[in-house]
C-alpha cells in the first residue's frame, strides 16, 4: 500500500510541475521576474530552462525559480541551490520567501 501511496505522491508531483512549467513563457513576466531571470540567465548562459514565477500575486514578496543547467551535474542540490541564491543575491533583502527547483534534466519540469 505505501508503494502505491508514494506512485501517486510522485505522479502528482510530476503533474503538478507539467502544470505549473509546461507553458513557460516569458513574454507574460513581470518586470521584476524579468529582472531575475535576467540574472539567472546571465549568470547561467548554458542553462537550458530558466523560469521565475511570482507566487505573491505580483507584489513580488516570494518566488518559484527553476533553472536547468549541465552545470548541476553531480552537484549536491544544496550547492545547486547555493549557486542560484548567490548570483540573486543582490535581489534577496527584497524577497520574502523563495523556492528553489534545480537540475540537470528539463523533463523533470516540463513532462507529466
Not at 530558466?50 to 536547468?68: F, M, P, Q, R, W
Amino acid at each position: 500500500m505505501n508503494r502505491v501511496r508514494l506512485s501517486n505522491l510522485l505522479t502528482s508531483q510530476k503533474t503538478l510541475n507539467f502544470l505549473r512549467y509546461a507553458n513557460v513563457n516569458t513574454s507574460s513576466q513581470t518586470k521584476d521576474e524579468k529582472k531575475l531571470s535576467d540574472i539567472l540567465k546571465s549568470r547561467f548562459p548554458n542553462a537550458r530552462l530558466v523560469d521565475v514565477k511570482d507566487t505573491s500575486s505580483g507584489c513580488g514578496a516570494s518566488y518559484e525559480i527553476v533553472v536547468v543547467a549541465d552545470e548541476f551535474a553531480k552537484m549536491r542540490t544544496v550547492n545547486q541551490h547555493r549557486l542560484v541564491s548567490d548570483a540573486i543575491s543582490k535581489q534577496l533583502p527584497n524577497i520574502h520567501a523563495i523556492r528553489i527547483f534545480t537540475g540537470t534534466n528539463e523533463k523533470e519540469f516540463l513532462d507529466s
